[in-house]
């Protein structure tokens, strides 16, 4: 470990030295002419004159002696980046060439923020995965920090344009506003939020700098000055504009846990202060002294899950603080050993704990830590924690001690620069003390919300349960039949085939067999279906026999349950079948896809528990489930395995509210399923996975789609439903209002109860 820090620490004063030479903080070229001067060819030579060069640049020239002319000339650099004694690593011919060919590069443009890039670009894939480093893009870190309070800042700018007074206070504000990461890997949002804050206020000094020159009549105009009150141009007069940066990097806190992504951290923000510097001195024609360093923020080498923020980034009475950052965010079946403990640790006896995602850890600290001060926050997050189970063990928690959500970014795909990165659905959640200040959504457009609920929508703090009880009048959903026989009943087209032709009567004990992915991909499957009294003809074929031995010993050496039916080896684990017909959704399906597939088969077929199967239903049924309004609850309520849709009877189909309607409207919708069922029949050369694959629905199958979209959402309102957020919005409501009546219902019938007793 002391090895490995100390080449972390090498290669980030590395990377300044040739940041330097090319951008005026050492003359230019200053390093990579010192190492091809003064160091032997082979490289034998080049970790101690290193050493010695790192030891000058933590000295100051005043307290310098016996050092070489060509050493000496080195500026005094430190401000932490130099202060610990390392050992250079030997070098050899080769790398040292390699030394000087870098520095040959032109590093003054280089981009700061790109260094997480390349950190990914170069470690590991199992280390990425460990760590769960996901480096975020300028475009979506500025999707935090633009609502998160760049957009607030630039209100201000904007309203206090001509007001002196209000741009003086708001550069105090600025100075004043804490940026505290606490997943902050190589910098990138410290980085942007640093950068975006300078250029803020060069735009305020620039207007303070505009109303001065028109107070003292320079290029005034008769319009410019009308608008401007006298008592603010006389402000404007005498106000001496001070060119200087009261931006710091002291203003910037951090925790990472990777070492050298912490080192890479303060090295980037040193770089970036430099480069506002230069912008700065370009606008006008001062700047801060790049040189001596100063101490790049608070960034701190730890585990942000263990370390007490406040620690870190103290809070003040004067202070805003703004927590942000892409935290890692690794699901329960991903996490190692001691990110488990550090979940049990924080969510210390909150039930269910174990299957949150380890980003939950910083939403609960950061919630912990914003209470009762001026601070806000927003992390970006993979959208498993906005989804299924984990809306309940997770927000249950966060949203108590009058703490809200401020601002949503729904589902978004990540990007970032780096090589191989990781394909991720994203959102954006703030969290804030409850206040009466406005609440936003975004998606494909910009939205004002009353209240944000933890499904990022527009509707009451509700979280949805897994019930057992249906919330509606609707027909009872189960699980198809689970086989648990070692694939030794479950037949391929094939090898019915073969059977039958070996064993004629055979035929008579197989059926069709149809899962999710039978269903889906059109693929024709089989098993052996024997019923009790069937079993001594059934075993007189001697390939059936041989099946039903192979999973007689399957069950025998298998687990607990296994053992447990191996007195029936000839039959599946579960059996149940239509007595006419039975309605089939897929336990897992591709997000992608508008409408969810719903399958409509006959008694001759048996289901396996790929598949949610409702037996013997109303057809109507089969058009409720193909619904837009079914499909917009499935995609917020329901947990998801990457991009695809996990449904759950308990979570998507008992939760889902719908009203009672009249036998007119079963018949309106039935007729449209047979519609719907009757568009499906026109190509029999297209899978069910292709026929409601958006790129490639067949336009009649879309359009009896949308007819029974009609006739659903006029079950809940005359008017159609102009979007999903609608949808979402009005079914949100009727839910809530379904708990409240069932709760009263049962408050009623305790009641009624007690009262019987007595």
């Not at 034998?44 to 020239?61: A, G, I, P, Q, W």
């Not at 603010?232 to 070492?259: H, K, M, N, P």
């Not at 006739?711 to 809940?716: L, N, R, S």
């Amino acid at each position: 470990p002391e090895f490995i820090h100390g080449l972390n620490v090498f290669l980030s004063r590395l990377l300044f030295c040739f940041f330097a030479e090319d951008t005026g903080i050492f003359p230019e070229g200053q390093f990579t002419k010192g190492v091809s001067s003064h160091t032997q060819a082979d490289g034998s030579d080049l970790n101690s004159y290193l050493d010695k060069l790192f030891d000058v640049l933590n000295t100051k020239k005043s307290d310098r002696k016996d050092i070489p002319a060509y050493l000496n000339e080195f500026p005094y650099v430190n401000g932490g980046l130099f202060k610990d004694k390392i050992s250079s690593p030997v070098f050899t011919r080769r790398s040292r060439q390699a030394i000087i060919d870098s520095g040959e590069l032109n590093w003054s443009a280089i981009n700061p923020d790109i260094f997480g890039s390349m950190m990914q670009a170069v470690i590991t894939p199992e280390h990425r995965g460990g760590l769960g480093m996901h480096y975020t893009s300028v475009p979506n870190i500025m999707k935090v920090i633009k609502p998160l309070f760049l957009d607030d800042l630039y209100e201000a700018f904007e309203q206090g344009q001509n007001e002196p007074k209000k741009l003086i206070k708001l550069l105090e504000r600025i100075s004043k506003i804490k940026i505290f990461d606490p997943a902050c890997g190589s910098g990138n949002f410290l980085i942007i939020a640093y950068k975006e804050l300078r250029r803020l206020e060069m735009k305020i000094i620039r207007r303070l700098i505009e109303l001065q020159k028109l107070a003292q009549g320079f290029k005034a105009k008769e319009e410019q000055l009308s608008i401007i009150p006298e008592s603010q141009l006389e402000l404007a007069e005498t106000y001496q504009v001070d060119l200087f940066s009261r931006v710091q990097l002291s203003q910037f806190y951090g925790i990472e846990l990777d070492d050298f992504a912490h080192e890479i951290a303060q090295l980037s923000l040193w770089l970036a202060e430099h480069q506002m510097n230069v912008e700065f001195y370009d606008e006008f024609g001062r700047m801060n002294p790049t040189l001596p360093l100063k101490e790049a923020g608070k960034i701190i080498h730890g585990n942000a899950c263990r370390i007490d923020w406040e620690a870190i980034c103290p809070k003040g009475r004067e202070s805003e603080i703004f927590i942000l950052g892409n935290p890692p965010y690794l699901g329960s079946k991903r996490q190692n050993k001691q990110q488990k403990r550090d979940i049990a640790h924080i969510f210390n006896g909150v039930k269910g704990y174990k299957n949150l995602d380890y980003i939950s850890c910083w939403f609960f600290k950061g919630a912990e830590y914003i209470q009762d001060c001026n601070a806000e926050l927003a992390f970006v997050s993979t959208n498993s924690i906005v989804q299924g189970d984990q809306v309940k063990l997770l927000w249950s928690v966060l949203l108590q001690d009058k703490i809200e959500i401020g601002f949503a970014h729904r589902s978004f795909r990540w990007a970032n620069n780096a090589k191989h990165s990781a394909a991720v659905i994203c959102v954006i959640v703030s969290l804030r003390n409850e206040s009466n200040q406005k609440k936003y959504i975004y998606s494909s457009h910009l939205s004002e919300a009353e209240n944000i609920n933890p499904y990022l929508i527009n509707a009451p703090t509700i979280i949805v349960g897994k019930r057992t009880k249906l919330l509606s009048n609707l027909p009872e959903m189960v699980y198809g039949n689970m086989p648990l026989e070692g694939g030794f009943l479950k037949l391929n087209e094939n090898e019915k085939n073969k059977l039958i032709s070996k064993c004629a009567f055979a035929e008579k004990f197989i059926r069709p067999l149809i899962g999710g992915r039978e269903f889906l991909n059109s693929i024709n499957r089989y098993c052996i279906w024997i019923n009790d009294i069937q079993l001594d003809e059934a075993l007189k074929c001697d390939e059936i026999k041989e099946r039903v031995d192979n999973v007689y010993e399957f069950r025998k050496n298998g687990g607990e349950v296994a053992r447990s039916l191996v007195d029936s080896p000839h039959q599946f684990r579960y059996r149940k079948e239509a007595e006419k017909t039975f309605i089939v959704i897929p336990c897992t399906t591709s997000m992608r896809r508008n409408y969810m597939q719903v399958g409509y088969f006959d008694s001759r077929y048996i289901t396996m528990n790929s598949l949610q199967v409702i037996y013997d239903t109303e057809t109507f049924i089969f058009g409720l489930l193909s619904s837009k309004m079914h499909m917009a609850w499935i995609n917020a309520v329901s947990g998801k395995l990457k991009e695809d849709i996990r449904y759950s009877t308990q979570l998507c189909y008992n939760t889902f509210p719908f009203p009672n309607i009249s036998n007119q409207k079963k018949q309106e919708i039935t007729q449209c399923v047979f519609r719907i069922l009757e568009e499906r029949e026109n190509h029999p050369e297209k899978t069910v996975a292709e026929l409601y694959d958006p790129d490639k629905m067949p336009q009649g199958l879309l359009e009896a789609h949308q007819a029974n979209d009609e006739v659903i959402e006029k079950c809940y309102r005359s008017r159609p439903f102009e979007s999903d957020e609608q949808r979402l919005e009005y079914l949100f409501k009727q839910y809530e209002e379904m708990i409240e009546e069932e709760k009263q219902k049962e408050t009623l019938f305790e009641k009624q109860k007690k009262k019987r007793r007595r």
